[in-house]
């Protein structure tokens, strides 16, 4: 099976070539957490750098703090990323700006640089981040923080002052998210989590295409993740593991291409070049990148291979 897998992506990375020299899109380079890998996560440092490196998009958490404004923070104590302690929601907005969100971040030998370099490193307000990213990139809002309509509402009224709608794209791995969103007509909320791991499952298990979303949106699924599939008995369950399930395949994709209208494809935990090229030969519109430095390489090196085959080709032809 390890075989077959690697020449399907040895195939893959051929078709990526030839593919590229004809000038076929690449896929746009998400930043997760503005870069969780290269910079202190969800910071207004973080967002800026990713910038630079050439990130096309960025993806935000978003909790809500004690006096009602949408912050970006991921874990669920500050304890994990700061030098204070408890959620999110018990602390002021002026109080989370005051933080060092880099406090516990390490670059390789060089340890915990960010103790000493505060700039750009408190808990941003959604507000401050959005005043900072040019119009033109598109962001992605996770909502972290329970319960929802609160969340939601807040981050509705930032939108509103900023007329930010037309760029954020809204996610939630919780159903009750995409309800909320509902008292909101502007919103443009991506496709629940479950609907989309659904239809990858349906795909996968029984070969069949289930019904795409009828609006233009967005779906995201993990390139690849562990999963448990698990049979009920009437002496007890069994349950089979892969440590390293892979649901996007060729039919998957194209069960997603054949909605209509249509629905942008995100890959998330995208690590490395050969993720990145099969994304990019099987069409997928967007991937999502923990390193936006790395991938930058990636995109480089892919067109120097495109470049060096068109070239090739020049040459054959005279």
Avoid at 65 to 80: E, F, H, I, N, T
Avoid at 115 to 133: D, F, K, T, V, Y
Avoid at 261 to 269: A, T
Wanted: with cysteine; glycine share 4%.
């Amino acid at each position: 099976m390890t075989r077959c897998f690697r020449a399907i992506r040895l195939f893959l990375a051929l078709a990526l070539l030839v593919a590229a020299a004809a000038g076929a899109s690449e896929p746009m380079i998400v930043a997760h957490r503005a870069g969780t890998a290269d910079y202190p996560e969800n910071t207004l440092w973080a967002i800026r750098q990713s910038l630079v490196n050439g990130a096309d998009s960025l993806w935000l958490s978003v909790q809500l703090s004690a006096d009602g404004v949408p912050v970006l923070y991921r874990p669920q104590d500050l304890s994990a990323l700061t030098q204070a302690r408890g959620p999110v929601a018990a602390h002021t907005a002026a109080t989370l700006a005051r933080l060092n969100a880099g406090w516990n971040f390490q670059r390789g030998n060089a340890g915990y640089v960010y103790r000493r370099h505060r700039h750009g490193l408190g808990i941003p307000s959604l507000e401050s981040a959005l005043a900072m990213i040019p119009a033109h990139v598109p962001v992605f809002l996770d909502l972290k923080a329970t319960p929802a309509v609160p969340l939601v509402d807040a981050v509705a009224a930032v939108l509103e002052r900023r007329r930010a709608w037309h760029q954020v794209w809204l996610y939630s791995t919780e159903v009750e998210f995409n309800q909320a969103w509902q008292r909101h007509p502007y919103a443009r909320v991506m496709e629940a989590r479950d609907a989309t791991r659904t239809r990858l499952l349906t795909m996968a298990l029984a070969s069949r295409c289930e019904h795409a979303p009828t609006q233009p949106t967005w779906t995201a699924f993990e390139v690849r993740r562990p999963l448990h599939v698990s049979e009920h008995f009437t002496l007890g369950d069994g349950v089979s593991a892969i440590a390293d399930a892979q649901l996007w395949t060729p039919q998957a994709v194209q069960c997603f291409r054949s909605a209509r209208p249509q629905v942008g494809i995100l890959w998330i935990g995208v690590s490395s070049k050969a993720d990145y090229q099969l994304a990019a030969a099987l069409g997928v519109d967007a991937v999502m990148v923990d390193s936006p430095a790395r991938a930058r390489q990636w995109k480089q090196m892919r067109a120097v291979a495109a470049t060096a085959l068109t070239t090739n080709q020049t040459w054959r032809e005279k």
